[in-house]
T-cell receptor, first 114, second 115 residues
Framework: GAGVSQSPSNKVTEKGKDVELRCDPI?????LYWYRQRLGQGLEFLIY????????KSGLPSDRFSAERTGESVSTLTIQRTQQEDSAVYLC????????????FGPGTRLTVT | AQSVTQLDSQVPVFEEAPVELRCNYS??????LFWYVQYPNQGLQLLLK??????LVKGINGFEAEFNKSQTSFHLRKPSVHISDTAEYFC?????????????FGKGTLLTVNP
């Protein structure tokens, strides 16, 4: 079946602009995660959605970052007033509630802020 | 909070040689442990995981890892590598409690298999 998809695959933006990144999880997966991977670093947890429960936003680095998810489908990660330090690969993952320890990752969106 | 250290950023090996990718973790609570692989231009894929039970865990593509609680390690091994194993490998940890969905990753080890 189809895996996790993300769009765009690459995004170049100017400092100060807003960007929106999209994630389509695997159908039937109730849990969705966003991670950030800066150059030479490991993945950093950003946010977790589980069904209709309140999301765990504890990893969002600043109030310029926000994410939404409608039900158990698409999620968008929005970064407002982008800064150069926001340049990274943003990865989305999804999992079944029961097997939520196995996360399935998308290919990521490479964001470059100039 | 947990942290993961992957001691080698790059490991070059020849085809059919054995390989060990090292991972050490730090945590004040019990943990689950994972190895993920990222092939070029692809998303991360789960190789194997340790949740409980036998400390020797077997995964896909002939890889295995051993959980050593006293040494807080979870090293990944393969007895004979192929060119197709060239990829970046990430070790990850999560707590066993209610926030077990929150993975903490190491910086990755780039395995390059040469002919």
């Amino acid at each position: 079946g189809a895996g996790v998809s993300q769009s765009p695959s690459n995004k170049v933006t100017e400092k100060g602009k807003d960007v929106e990144l999209r994630c389509d999880p695997i159908s039937g997966h109730t849990a969705l995660y966003w991670y950030r991977q800066r150059l030479g670093q490991g993945l950093e947890f950003l946010i977790y959605f589980q069904g209709n429960s309140a999301p765990d936003k504890s990893g969002l680095p600043s109030d310029r970052f926000s994410a939404e998810r409608t039900g158990e489908s698409v999620s968008t990660l929005t970064i407002q007033r982008t800064q150069q330090e926001d340049s990274a690969v943003y990865l989305c993952a999804s999992s079944r509630r029961q097997g939520r320890l196995e996360q399935y990752f998308g290919p990521g969106t490479r964001l470059t802020v100039t | 909070a947990q942290s993961v250290t992957q001691l080698d950023s790059q490991v070059p090996v020849f085809e059919e040689a054995p390989v060990e990718l090292r991972c050490n973790y730090s945590s004040s609570v019990s943990v689950y442990l994972f190895w993920y692989v990222q092939y070029p231009n692809q998303g991360l894929q789960l190789l194997l995981k340790y949740l409980s039970g036998s400390t020797l865990v077997k995964g896909i593509n002939g890889f295995e890892a051993e959980f050593n609680k006293s040494q807080t390690s979870f090293h990944l091994r393969k007895p004979s590598v192929h060119i197709s194993d060239t990829a970046e490998y990430f070790c990850a940890v999560s707590e066993t409690g209610g926030s077990n969905y929150k993975l903490t990753f190491g910086k990755g080890t780039l395995l390059t298999v040469n002919p």
